[in-house]
Nanobody, 122 residues
Framework: QVRLVESGGGLVQAGGSLRLSCAASGRTLSSYTMGWFRQAPGKERDIVAAISRSGGSTYYADSVKGRFTISRDNAKNTVYLQMNSLKPEDTAVYYC???????????????WGQGTQVTVSS
C-alpha cells in the first residue's frame, strides 16, 4: 500500500503559476502509474494528467494541454504538477492518485491523497 500527500496548493491570480507536489510513502513510487485529478464544487472528479511508471509517457486533459506539466522523480518518491497560465476555471481540489496498472484512459486508481485546494482569482 502507498500513502500519498499533496502540497503546494493555494490562491493565485489568473495567469499565475503553481507547482503541486505529491509525496509517496510506504512503497516505491516507481511501481505505480500516477495521476492528478481535480474536483470543482458541484462537479465530478476528472483526470487532469497522468504519467507512466518511468515517466516516458504522459497524458493531459484537453483543458490543460500546453499549460500543465506532470513529472516525477522516482528517487524522491514524488510526483509534480506544474501549472502555468492558470485560469479561474482551474479552481478545484487537486488530488494525486496511484495505480499499479499501465497508463491509459479509464484506468482505476487505487490510492488517493487527501487533496489540496487551488483557487484562481480573476
Amino acid at each position: 500500500q502507498v500513502r500519498l500527500v499533496e502540497s503546494g496548493g493555494g490562491l493565485v491570480q489568473a495567469g499565475g503559476s503553481l507547482r503541486l507536489s505529491c509525496a509517496a510513502s510506504g512503497r516505491t513510487l516507481s511501481s505505480y502509474t500516477m495521476g492528478w485529478f481535480r474536483q470543482a464544487p458541484g462537479k465530478e472528479r476528472d483526470i487532469v494528467a497522468a504519467i507512466s511508471r518511468s515517466g516516458g509517457s504522459t497524458y493531459y486533459a484537453d483543458s490543460v494541454k500546453g499549460r500543465f506539466t506532470i513529472s516525477r522523480d522516482n528517487a524522491k518518491n514524488t510526483v509534480y504538477l506544474q501549472m502555468n497560465s492558470l485560469k479561474p476555471e482551474d479552481t478545484a481540489v487537486y488530488y494525486c492518485a496511484a495505480t499499479p496498472r499501465n497508463l491509459g484512459l479509464g484506468v482505476k486508481y487505487d490510492y488517493w491523497g487527501q487533496g489540496t485546494q487551488v483557487t484562481v482569482s480573476s
